[in-house]
């Protein structure tokens, strides 16, 4: 993964919620949106699966007032239903995640709002321009290289319209 700066975690990240989520299909890819709320409440149901190192990792990274919410947007390999790509718009603390399911871990990196401005705006230009690099640094550059631009840019403009609702929910 040369070149991605973030905080490395040895686990999936929370799943999403199904019935929560609209999808988008796109080729090989479906777009998820979903509105997620993360308190200490949701992160201790996550924490009864994990190893002690992990539970460890987790909390030594979770502040201790955290309540956030917002919008994620999920890159799904339509094939599999595997996620590869999340963008978590939250509020307090957006970032985003490379997901490395082959190899059980995921990097996380903060969106710095100077630099990447509002965070839909920054996952949605991710999306436009920035799908192919971003998939290859999650170790599929296979599939990066059957990415539709059309069939992306047709979902657009809804998986937007839809994480700005969310936004303001």
Do not use: W
């Amino acid at each position: 993964m040369y070149g991605v700066v973030g905080d490395r975690f040895d686990m999936m990240p929370i799943p999403l919620v199904d019935a929560a989520t609209t999808y988008f299909p796109a080729g090989v890819l479906v777009i998820g949106v979903e509105g997620r709320q993360i308190d200490p409440d949701t992160v201790a149901a996550e924490l009864g699966h994990l190893t002690p190192a992990q539970e460890a990792a987790v909390k030594a990274q979770q502040p201790a007032d955290l309540d956030d919410s917002g919008p994620s947007v999920h890159v799904i390999d339509a094939a599999t239903g595997t996620e590869h790509l999340r963008f978590d718009c939250f509020d307090n603390g957006p970032h985003y995640h490379y997901v490395i399911p082959d190899e059980g871990y995921q990097i996380v990196v903060t969106m710095d709002r100077a630099a990447c401005g509002d965070p839909i705006d920054f996952a949605v230009g991710c999306l436009q321009t920035r799908l192919r690099p971003m998939l290859a640094a999650a170790g599929r550059d296979d599939l990066a290289q059957l990415v539709d631009d059309d069939l992306i840019a047709e979902v657009i403009p809804a998986v937007h319209e839809l994480a700005r609702q969310l936004a303001a929910v």
